[in-house]
C-alpha cells in the first residue's frame, strides 16, 4: 500500500565535490579516491553547503498519519500533496498487518503485538467512505466533506531537498525506536538516496 519513488535526482557525488573545491576555483570531471576523502572531511566537520548542490525528488505514497510526521522536517525541503479539496475520488486506507500494544514506560512509541479484532476497525473504516459519498452526493464542498475522512487515509506528495536534508530524516527517522510505518518509508528513501549518492549517502548517515 506504501510507496516511495525516486523521480528525479540533480548532480552526483563529483558535483558535491566541484561545490567545495570551487573555493579555490577549481573543477573536475571524474571522481577519484582523494574525492572520497574530501566527502568524508566535509561531512564529518558538518560542511553542508556543498551537499546542498545535489537534490533528490521522491513521489511517496503513505497514511495520513505518516505524512504528518514526515513534514516536520522542513529545512532543506519542499513538499507538494494532494488536496481533498480538490479531488474526491474514493479514498482509499491503510491497514495494519499487526496491531501493536501499548508501551508500558513510555509515553510514545509501542511494544509488542495485541490480539485484537481488526473487523471493527473495517468496521469503521467502510463508515466513513459511506459518509464522505453521502456527503457529495447532497452537494457538500470536498473541502468540507474531507472532516470524516481519517488519518488512516492515504495520501501522496512529491518531496524533493538537498541530499543533506535527507539524510537529516534519515538519521532521525531509521532509528529502531521511530513509529514502524514512519520508519518504513524512510528505510526506502535511505536504499534509494544510497544509490543515487554513494559516497555522500555513506558519511552523511549516523
Not at 565535490?17 to 582523494?34: C, G, H, L, Q
Not at 505524512?67 to 474514493?90: F, I, P
Not at 468496521?123 to 453521502?134: A, D, F, H, M, Q
Request: aromatic share 12%; proline share 4%.
Amino acid at each position: 500500500m506504501m510507496n516511495v519513488e525516486l523521480i528525479d535526482k540533480m548532480g552526483t557525488d563529483l558535483s558535491v565535490v566541484n561545490a567545495a573545491r570551487v573555493s579555490y576555483s577549481k573543477t573536475k570531471d571524474t571522481f577519484e579516491d582523494k574525492d572520497e576523502k574530501l566527502i568524508k572531511y566535509l561531512a564529518e566537520h558538518e560542511h553542508w553547503s556543498p551537499f546542498a548542490h545535489a537534490s533528490m525528488q521522491f513521489r511517496i505514497k503513505a497514511p495520513v498519519f505518516v505524512a504528518r510526521q514526515l513534514v516536520k522536517h522542513q529545512v532543506g525541503l519542499v513538499w507538494n500533496e494532494v488536496s481533498r479539496r480538490y479531488v474526491d475520488y474514493e479514498p482509499e486506507f491503510f491497514a495494519p498487518e499487526v496491531w501493536r500494544g501499548r508501551p508500558k514506560n513510555s509515553k510514545q512509541g509501542s511494544d509488542g503485538e495485541v490480539n485484537t479484532d481488526g473487523e471493527y476497525y473495517n468496521r469503521y473504516i467502510n463508515g466513513c467512505k459511506v459518509y464522505y459519498s453521502l456527503l457529495l452526493n447532497e452537494g457538500v464542498a470536498p473541502e468540507q466533506a474531507r472532516m470524516v475522512l481519517p488519518q488512516s487515509m492515504m495520501t501522496e506528495w512529491i518531496w524533493s531537498g538537498t541530499v543533506y536534508a535527507f539524510a537529516r530524516v534519515c538519521n532521525l527517522r531509521c532509528k529502531p525506536d521511530t513509529q514502524k510505518e514512519t520508519q518504513d518509508v524512510a528505510n526506502v528513501i535511505d536504499k534509494l538516496a544510497d544509490e543515487a549518492f554513494p559516497y555522500c549517502w555513506k558519511y552523511l548517515r549516523k
